[in-house]
């Protein structure tokens, strides 16, 4: 067998004998981002309850350990390109069963990092969780981002939403200075998108289910939910989370659609979303959710790569597989891979 499948199958073992041995990845220390010189001096603690500070920049990200080299990815991103790195807060969303060894590697990684961890009850959504065409769409962690209201402290008015299979290529801040207009919730829309398609048949031959449509500020189109500019306080007036559990208790009942955390918030939002530049969402980039399959970007600037669907770039990258765009995301990978020798 030649030096080179040797050395790449020594790295798939390394990989999997790790994964099997729930070990955590291991990742290079990231440099310390400073602020500009133009950038306000200031400071936020999670004791604030009713303070908002606009110039702390406020991000929630889940972390698990399927998805944690996208997430070190996605905030070694955001730091990268950010004019004031040091105003950016995170606030990452976990569960209690490896939230010690996700917390250690994020602090490992970024030792100059502003975060906070909180841990999700996986409890509040276990028995209302549908099966859906995709395993990872089913997991608990994914409906996280309903309860980001009821996780993060008072003192949050305002919060960027992010999936962990993401780079961001812009200043952050471009993003956080969106006017909501209003809007409880801010993200791009694709009206082109096929709305009707992301329900079934029961749910359209429900009169009291398409009346949920009815009176929105314009027609419902779709957006996705893995990049989400969102107003906590309008939300928790509103009592959003009750409206989008109420939906997840109809799916278990009705089968109105397929797929995960999604359809939920289209249901609650769709034709009440304050629309954004497509450049903050540039998805689609992992294929769709059965094969993965490479694309290409979509036409028009870019400030935001997502990769969602089945294809990850981390995971295609390994298996010397990658798509041409995986290249764009490599250089945010600080994975340390296995040393072939040791020093002993």
């Known amino acids: 067998m030649p030096p080179s499948k040797l050395i790449h199958l020594f790295l798939i073992l390394t990989v999997t004998i790790n994964l099997c041995a729930a070990e955590l990845p291991s990742f290079r220390e990231a440099p310390a981002f400073r602020n500009g010189r133009e950038c306000p001096r200031t400071t936020w603690s999670s004791l604030d309850k009713q303070i908002h500070n606009p110039s702390i920049i406020h991000i929630a990200m889940t972390l698990d350990t399927a998805y944690l080299r996208g997430s070190v ?3 070694y991103s955001v730091l990268h390109h950010a004019t004031c790195p040091e105003n950016i807060v995170f606030h990452f969303i976990t569960t209690h069963s490896h939230g010690s060894k996700l917390t250690r590697a994020i602090t490992t990684t970024f030792p100059y990092l502003n975060f906070h961890v909180y841990y999700f009850n ?3 959504v276990k028995g209302k969780i549908s099966s859906s065409i995709r395993r990872a769409l089913d997991q608990p962690l994914n409906y996280a981002r309903m309860f980001l209201a009821d996780l993060l402290p008072a ?12 780079i961001v290529v812009d200043d952050v801040v471009n993003l956080w200075s969106i006017n909501l207009g209003g809007h409880v919730l801010g993200a791009p829309e694709y009206c082109h998108a096929n709305f ?14 398409t009346a949920s449509l009815k009176g929105r500020s314009r027609d419902p189109c779709y957006f996705n939910t893995g990049v989400m500019v969102i107003d906590l306080w309008k939300w928790r007036e509103g009592k959003y989370t009750e409206k989008l559990e109420k939906w997840m208790r109809i799916q278990k009942r009705y089968r109105i659609y397929e797929l995960g955390s999604l ?13 954004m530049e497509h450049r903050w969402n540039q998805h689609g980039l992992g294929g769709d959710n059965l094969e993965g399959l490479c694309r290409a970007l979509h036409p028009g600037p870019v400030s935001l790569l997502h990769w969602s ?10 298996s010397k597989k990658p798509c041409p765009l995986d290249s764009l995301w490599a250089p945010y990978d600080l994975f340390r891979y296995p040393s072939l020798f040791s020093d002993s």
Do not use: M
């Open 155 to 166: 003192g949050v008015r305002r919060i960027i939403y992010f999936d962990s299979d993401l």
């Open 73 to 75: 990815a996605g905030v």
């Open 309 to 318: 669907g089945k294809g990850k770039p981390w995971l295609r990258i390994d």
């Open 122 to 124: 996986t409890n509040l």
């Open 263 to 275: 359809p939920p918030f289209l249901l609650v939002f769709a034709g009440d979303v304050e629309g």
């Open 196 to 209: 009707t398609s992301y329900f079934t048949s029961k749910f359209w031959s429900n009169p009291v289910f």
